[in-house]
């Protein structure tokens, strides 16, 4: 047995925690482990304020945006709204969240837990070398970079990369859009409705 599902949502703060406990309410209901289930919910909330923020135009933001029809991908004329759309099966969750704002500036590579790895030992070899870190030429262009310490935003990209397992960051193409993706492997509660057999 597999769950699918994917809401249409208004570029509006409120729609964040609504996609969350949707999904959260998923996967409590097939029986995943919660360390889990709150992992890939806290990076659902990174992807869909990044789409609230960044997918359209401030005017746009859930005011008079014409709709999407179910099976129609979003259009330019519906900047208020994005698709989250999930995925879970025996084995991992696949989340994807797809808005139709400007996009990516660069393109995004998928991505590993073991190659993140590496990347930290690229910015170590770096600083080493006596190069600062603040450089944008410092870390491979695939990857979302790291903000400045200082900064009170821009981590979200980053703490999806952390909580999945694999991330995809990309455009739309023809479109336009900015496409969100990650997936995780999943842990079940015994019991568990969904479980690999």
């Known amino acids: 047995m597999s769950i699918w599902w994917s809401l249409h949502l208004r570029r509006e703060a409120a729609s964040v925690p609504l996609a969350r406990r949707f999904l959260l309410g998923t996967m409590e209901s097939a029986g995943v482990d919660p360390d889990i289930s709150f992992d890939l919910s806290l ?30 991908e979003p259009s330019g004329a519906a900047c208020g709204q994005y698709r989250v759309t999930a995925y879970l099966d025996g084995e991992k969750c696949r989340i994807e969240v797809a808005d139709s704002g400007p996009g990516f500036p660069a393109r995004r590579a998928l991505r590993t837990a073991a190659q993140q790895h590496g990347t930290e030992q690229y910015g170590a070899q770096q600083h080493e070398a006596g190069q600062p870190y603040a450089s944008k030429q410092q870390y491979p262009p695939q990857y979302a970079e790291h903000p400045p310490l200082t900064a009170e935003d821009g981590r979200g990209l980053c703490l999806i990369e952390q909580l999945a397992d694999h991330v995809h960051f990309g455009n739309r193409p023809g479109r336009g859009g900015a496409v969100v993706s990650f997936d995780k492997v999943l842990k079940w509660r015994e019991g568990a409705l969904l479980m690999v057999s």
């Open 43 to 72: 990076a659902l909330s990174e992807a869909c304020a990044n789409a609230v923020e960044h997918g359209g135009t401030q005017e746009d933001r859930g005011v008079g945006a014409e709709t999407w029809e179910a099976w129609e």
